[in-house]
């Protein structure tokens, strides 16, 4: 079975995307295609991982470190210019977006805006070179959404800082070098007494699981962190409580940006892929393009696509004039989310029989799109995030407390 031959996509309007951006949205596509797109399907069969001389080899073109500052290693570039090139590359072989994405809106981000010059001096050339790479270590078995119940403590003793705890669903667990690990800092229930601070993965104490073997993702590996009492210096706390959390959240919306321009690229994937194959699959004498049903079909997916990437556009183009919204990100994220579900599945649909092979990509592009919908923040979770913004309150999901026999609190 021979895969049909691919439309050249066709990008934003030169109102929406500067020069600079479509040059770079071209040499993207060009790697994309000539370095993984004849190995993206083997590659997802085998589970294969990014090796480091890959990272190493994006670091080389710069791109990890786009929207990262020029007095570390990077190019101090916006982040459309980072996420352009997330994008390309995720609709090819998403291992390879997932490096530039991490680089340049994750735990470096984090750095940046956070940490302390010494931090920064230390982590980002690594980070923005490919030698290095730092994931971020927030879910625990009982803290997933509800992340302030993290029980993973940071017990400060004079010029050491002491890490205990198991971080689960970590995201290039066990093949990241630098974890910012989010923790309990002192007793402090609730969000006040979160931290974070950089563990090593050299460190002793510091050990993973087994790679998580998942319905998609299967070339981004995925572990559990285990921490056991491992010292690292005072110097490696990023933020402390009690206004650290806040921080901390405020900054994984930049992260999210990430996850929605993957699920951006699965379903601008998935719409040029089936553009291409309608014109050229023919039943009942002609190409199924001209049938109803399937024009239908097409104009759904393009008004999904589409609606989600301008919704991912002005959030990204806040973020870059120095106005974040976290409505914006959360909407945007909500919508990439659920469009890359509805338009993978709809693309299989068209394919017919063909969209249920590998050979097409289309399965694939789909078990990743679910994926997406639950890392950074579950669809229903960002739901929730926007009433909260749109009243201007908070909403507490957990059960109200009970009142003790003794007049205290349960």
């Known amino acids: 079975m021979t895969t049909p031959p691919e ?40 589970r294969t991982a990014i090796t480091h001389d890959e990272r190493r080899y994006l670091g080389s073109l710069g791109w990890l470190g786009i929207a990262l500052p020029e007095e ?33 809106v994750g735990p470096a981000q984090h750095l940046v805006r956070l940490g ?20 971020i270590g927030i879910s625990e078995p009982d803290a997933g959404s509800a992340a302030t119940d993290m029980v993973t403590r940071a017990e400060i003793r004079g010029d050491t800082v002491v890490v205990r705890g198991l971080k689960r669903w970590i995201s290039n667990g066990g093949d990241a070098d630098r974890y910012l690990v989010y923790c309990r800092m ?9 931290g974070a601070v950089i563990v090593e993965a050299d460190r002793k104490g510091v050990s993973f699981g087994a790679r998580e073997r998942l319905m998609g993702f299967r070339g981004l590996p995925s572990a559990d962190v285990i921490l056991d009492d491992v010292e690292v210096p005072v ?4 933020v402390r409580p009690p206004d650290g959390f806040r921080a901390l959240f405020s900054m994984f919306s930049i992260e999210r940006l990430g996850n929605t321009t993957m699920s951006l690229a699965l379903g601008q994937a998935a ?13 009942f004498g002609r190409p199924i393009a001209e049938f109803q049903a399937v024009q239908v079909s097409l104009a759904d997916m393009l008004l999904d696509v589409e609606s989600a990437r301008m919704l991912r556009d002005r959030a990204v183009a806040g973020l870059d004039a120095g106005t974040p919204s976290t409505l914006h990100v ?52 960002q739901r929730t995030r926007i009433a909260s ?19 205290g609190e349960a």
């Open 271 to 283: 719409l040029d892929k089936t553009i291409a194959y309608v014109q050229q699959r023919e039943q």
């Open 186 to 194: 002192n007793d402090t229930p609730g969000a006040k007494g979160i």
């Open 7 to 46: 439309p050249r996509p066709a990008d934003p309007g030169p109102a929406a995307q500067p020069t600079e951006v479509s040059e770079l949205r071209e040499i993207a596509r060009q790697v994309a295609e000539k370095r993984y797109a004849p190995h993206a399907e083997q590659w997802d069969r085998d």
């Open 116 to 135: 302390t010059e010494d931090q920064k001096r230390r982590f980002l050339p690594g980070v923005i070179s490919g030698d290095n790479a730092m994931a």
């Open 235 to 238: 110097e490696n706390i990023v």
């Open 330 to 381: 959360s909407l945007a994220k909500l919508a990439a989310n659920e469009m890359a579900k509805r338009v993978t599945d709809m693309a299989m649909m068209l394919h017919g029989a063909n969209g249920y092979t590998e050979e097409y990509g289309l399965e694939r592009m789909h078990r990743d799109a679910h994926g997406w919908a639950l890392a950074g923040g579950t669809p229903n979770i």
């Open 389 to 407: 913004e749109l009243l201007g309150r908070s909403f507490d999901q957990r059960p109200a407390r009970r009142a003790a026999a003794g007049g």
């Open 72 to 104: 570390y290693g990077g190019a101090g570039g916006t982040f459309a210019e980072a996420l352009t090139v997330v994008e390309e590359l995720a609709k090819v072989w998403p291992p390879a977006a997932f490096q530039v994405f991490e680089a340049n």
